[in-house]
């Protein structure tokens, strides 16, 4: 007898539409023993003001420059860039074999709150808000160099995500090249255009309304989900609903709404293992300064590392690292798991 195949149980593969890439879905395997590592779950309380914090206000950073008074959020120049302004231009080709090419940039930091003991779930909705308004300052004052080409807002949390300061911060690394994840979502959004005529997110978000699986959160503006090709085990991903190629299109409404959303989702993700829950997130938007991309759609990924608890973190080795990403629960579990958190803090309750 011929077996049916079900999605919810039986191993199968994802496609990401958006890089053209597959994930391995195992779902059988979610209930396997673990005895491998255990990270520490550090739920220490920091104080409102650290005096040894780069970061906090009126504090002297690595390089000796003086942090002002700030009451809200503060940028600067990344005191250890990956990229710098001033990288002289040059091309290495040897044979075909040995190739390199140099890259310039400017990287930033952005303290999101003068307070070293919050992080963004803690922040009220219009400490939030602030933030997207800087966010938005930031690339639209990046922009004006006529060489950059990809601005990538970031923010990585936790220190087992390599964060080196936990004062709540995020980054901003803009470049002179367009990065190579951003290349493959450009490829596949401009085939969907070419295709239908309207991008391929705005497809995508309507789809997932619908179908109410994987939707964890919405307003008027932006939809929080669990992406039906997800890799990590409680990756998500905020779409806007409108289609707006960059940061800079979003109107007051939208900023606040975003700022709504992001507090709800990372406050959902604190309350899943009632811990302070690491991920590294950023926003994918389109390239500037290099013509129009009505293809591109808006959107912002979290890849957080945590799998069944607080100390239990998902690695991506082996298979992984060799042929493609794996995963062991179900994106539709994952949702439903995020849906049944409370957006209500757990330490507040």
Known sequence: MQQTFEINSDPHTRLNILTGERVLVSPHR???PWQGQVEDDNQEQRPVYDPKCYLCPTNERADGDVNPDYKESFVFVNDFSALLKDTPTADINDDELFIAESEKGICKVIAFSPRHDLTLPEMSVPAIKAVVDVWQSEFADLAKYDWIKYIQIFENKGAIMGCSNPHPHGQIWSQNHVPVELQKESKNQQKYFDQHGTTMLSAYVQAELKKQERIIEENDSFVALVPFWASWPYE???VSKRSVQNILAFTEKEKEELAAILKLLT??????FNTSFPYSAG????PVNSGDFPEWHWHMHFYPPLLRSATVKKFMVGYEM???P???ITPEFAAQQLRNCSTTHYKNV
């Open 236 to 238: 998500t991903m905020i």
């Open 326 to 328: 794996q995963r062991d």
């Open 267 to 272: 406050t959902r993700y604190d309350n899943l």
């Open 30 to 32: 979610s209930k396997r």
């Open 283 to 286: 926003m994918h938007q389109a």
């Open 322 to 324: 060799l042929a493609n």
